[in-house]
């Protein structure tokens, strides 16, 4: 007998049709004799809902009563499972955040899990009873409610199943996995059965919006395996599990692209020690995420220096580091939203030289101008021009081996 | 300095713009030096909405599992009013049931209250905070959610008010305080000063339903004086107070009158012990609550035996009362649902006589046949055909001297 985690997204409880489906799903597992907790995100939309209300109500609400309000829509969802899981004769029952003690920090908004105590989730399993979860939601030690952050129901999810020693936990979403690349703009791509939780934490942070990437961290820190699945098929997923844990190692695993950056550079900054200080403090200290930053040598005492923001952040960072120029003397400053990063990821890659020059060749020979490069141990980025993404993305994942079979 | 506990209802949050409104009123006390504690009730229309959820979800949604949805409602609205009050500039915090330490019983649902801890509440106060509690909720002693039954919000805020041994619990509702009779069938109706708990207990039972019937039950024990008046105007309402309180004592201080009642008629009953326990034994079992019974003497050890029960239960008491008949030899039974109850409450009455007469005597002149009479310390109640249900309520108003001079 195991012990399961489900998790079931937005978009998979979104009305009382496809609650029943879940339902369904749940008592199918709990009936194959596993002990099952389910996690619950809100139905799709409602969290837009009340924020749209709490906009309404206030300019910017206030982040302990925002908290407070967006713990309705996990707390709905939770109620509605766990009656109709009664209602079709199981035993069930719905723990809210506070319940199921899942204690964080006071970071409202975005609070991080500290520690989840498991005595009650335990006492009900032990009665066989299918445990009901609302994600998202946490408590911190004085007893307010705080919330994890976007898809923080799978954060609630991993970390449950971290606590409860869980064999697996599913992740159930509108997507039947983790795939080579996006099918939209590579038809060609497949389903991953199998990644690491490294690879997955690059493939998430570069936009495969599957699984929230702190979910990720925390099922890699517990060694929980990972299966993302569709609630809508019977179909297997994408696992995601320890790379040591025998899974066949590719050089490169997926190829994706990003769309949400920009780049702004500024040209014939002085090469001077405390240039670099005074060109990213005041973009911190606006809340700009800054991704890349590459700094080309000139020659006589200057450089050229360009990094990349979020596209929404673009124009506010161009005023910035337009400012920033004129103190520290700068020739020119301009930003370029018309661009995407595409990267390469795998494990495999660690152990395999020539990944980069297979990479930078495959857009050669499409006469894609490579404009920014970036690496880490798994992963190759390149900014590129936006109109060549779809373009890019398929040469990538021909190059790579990635291609279905058909 | 006083404690002033507001409560506003449903239709009083009913959206953003009346909560705005609520908001500005909490905050006119607060300035005026007052500690205030708000207790609010679901927008107007979500409790129902969220039934309706529960019923679409499964058909007889079980009791824990409802209550953790229902409470949601009034989490809602407790977090939008404190973050709209913190956005004003002033210090606020929302509180839920179980965390302004709301204790109940285990009756999900109908869950009375046990106690209520203050001191999170107080230690808000001191800081010169505004505290808003969700109404309607509470939670058990082993933390699940419990709701306090349609109406709840105002027994919370009672509640909370006797606790706190608040200087006033005022009722913000869409009515401007409670009049003499219903103004909509009495147009010389007067609103009501000021009148006593067990006047009111008289009037919310008989179908003045402002105030939740078991938040005077609460007043009335801890003596918590409670202000019933309109959110939507600055008008001094009703004072709901100890008949004690040197208030004037008029001999009726209103008439009301009930249409949700029905008749159930026994013809010749055999006179013999145990037969009103055959009667009214299935009756009970079935859920039905009976209000008033007449039993009249017939010649010939037989009786003949009314009843009456609400009017959505008329159809099943008249079936369980025909098997009845069945087994005790009753002639015939049958049943009237187009009945009326007109009362006249008064604590005066207690001190007068004639009052019972001079129902009577009114009655009689405009030709309205009494088919049964109840009366208690404070009331006399006439169940009356109910076509003459304006008329009957109107001559009462007229002869107990309650019209308004205009």
Same mark, same amino acid.
Request: glycine fraction near 8%; charge should be negative; hydrophobic fraction near 40%.
């Given at each position: 007998m195991a012990i399961v985690v489900q998790k079931f997204g937005g978009t998979s409880v979104a009305d009382i049709t496809r609650i029943r489906n879940v339902a369904n799903r749940v008592l199918k597992t709990h009936h194959q004799g596993n002990d099952v907790v389910v996690i619950l995100s809100a139905m799709a939309g409602v969290t837009d809902r009340l924020l749209g209300l709490a906009n309404?109500?206030?300019?910017?609400?206030?982040?302990?009563?925002?908290?407070?309000?967006?713990?309705? @829509?996990?707390? %709905?969802?939770?109620?509605?499972?766990?009656m109709m899981l009664k209602g079709m004769g199981v035993q069930a029952q719905s723990l809210l955040g506070h319940q199921a003690e899942v204690v964080t920090d006071c970071e409202y908004g975005n609070a991080r899990i500290l520690e989840i105590g498991t005595d009650?989730?335990?006492?009900?399993? &032990?009665?066989?009873?299918?445990? /009901?979860?609302?994600? !998202? +939601? $946490?408590?911190?030690?004085?007893?307010?409610?705080?919330?994890? $952050?976007?898809? $923080?129901?799978?954060?609630?999810? *991993?970390?449950?199943?971290?606590?409860?020693?869980?064999?697996?936990?599913?992740?159930?979403?509108d997507v039947d996995g983790i795939y080579t690349?996006?099918?939209?703009?590579?038809p060609k791509a497949r389903k991953i059965k199998v990644i690491s939780y490294d690879e997955m934490l690059n493939m998430a942070s570069l936009g495969? =919006?599957?699984?929230?990437?702190?979910? *990720? @961290? !925390?099922? &890699? =820190?517990?060694?929980? #395996?990972?299966?993302?699945?569709?609630? !809508?098929?019977?179909?297997?997923?994408?696992?995601?599990?320890?790379?040591?844990?025998?899974?066949?190692?590719?050089?490169?695993?997926?190829?994706?692209?990003?769309?949400?950056?920009?780049?702004? %550079?500024? &040209? =014939?900054? #002085?090469?001077? #020690?405390?240039?670099?200080?005074?060109? !990213?403090?005041?973009?911190?200290?606006? $809340?700009?995420? *800054?991704?890349?930053?590459?700094?080309?040598?000139?020659?006589?005492? +200057?450089?050229?220096?360009?990094? %990349? /923001?979020?596209?929404?952040d673009c124009t506010k960072a161009l005023e910035i580091e337009k400012k920033v120029a004129a103190t520290i003397d700068a020739e020119d400053v301009f930003a370029d939203p018309n661009i995407a990063k595409v990267s390469v990821i795998g494990v495999g890659m660690k152990n395999h030289s020539g990944v980069a020059s297979l990479m930078f060749n495959a857009l050669a020979r499409e006469n894609i101008n490579i404009i920014m490069i970036s690496t880490s141990e798994i992963r190759i980025s390149c900014i590129i021009e936006e109109k060549y993404t779809e373009l890019a993305v398929r040469v990538l994942h021909t190059a790579f081996g990635l291609d279905r079979d058909d």
């Open positions: 309404e109500a206030t300019d910017a609400p206030d982040r302990r009563e925002l908290d407070v309000l967006l713990a309705t @829509g996990e707390q %709905t969802t939770a109620a509605i499972l766990a009650r989730i335990k006492r009900l399993l &032990k009665d066989r009873k299918i445990v /009901v979860v609302a994600g !998202f +939601q $946490g408590m911190d030690i004085k007893g307010n409610i705080t919330t994890l $952050g976007r898809g $923080g129901s799978d954060t609630s999810a *991993v970390a449950i199943a971290a606590a409860l020693n869980a064999d697996v936990c599913e992740i159930y979403t690349a996006d099918p939209n703009i590579c495969a =919006k599957v699984l929230q990437i702190r979910s *990720v @961290g !925390f099922a &890699k =820190k517990y060694n929980i #395996p990972v299966h993302v699945r569709s609630s !809508f098929s019977e179909e297997e997923g994408t696992m995601v599990v320890n790379e040591d844990s025998g899974m066949e190692q590719l050089v490169v695993s997926g190829v994706t692209h990003d769309l949400n950056q920009a780049r702004i %550079t500024l &040209k =014939k900054v #002085p090469d001077q #020690p405390g240039v670099a200080a005074k060109i !990213f403090s005041p973009i911190a200290e606006a $809340g700009i995420l *800054v991704d890349m930053i590459i700094q080309n040598t000139r020659s006589g005492g +200057q450089t050229d220096l360009t990094f %990349t /923001v979020p596209k929404a």
